[in-house]
């Protein structure tokens, strides 16, 4: 997961996103650190507060090609 990347990209803490996404500080730990895997819900909870997609946590890009043809990177 592209967790840590999306974070800092989106200029917060640990403790921001834990706060924004309603999880754990050592839930994003476990998760940025590869110790744990998190679960669908969590990882919408993770895009959310991020605001972006699943796919980009995920992949690092957004394949729902929503708008276009174009594949759109974050």
């Known amino acids: 997961m592209k967790l840590q990347e999306a974070r800092i990209a989106a200029g917060l803490t640990q403790e921001e996103l834990a706060a924004r996404s309603h999880r754990s500080v050592s839930m994003v730990q476990s998760i940025e650190n590869g110790r744990r895997d998190g679960s669908t819900k969590t ?21 729902t090609n929503r708008t276009s043809g174009k594949e759109v990177t974050r």
């Open 43 to 63: 990882l919408m909870a993770f895009a959310e507060a991020l605001g972006t997609t699943p796919n980009v946590l995920l992949y690092g890009v957004d394949h």
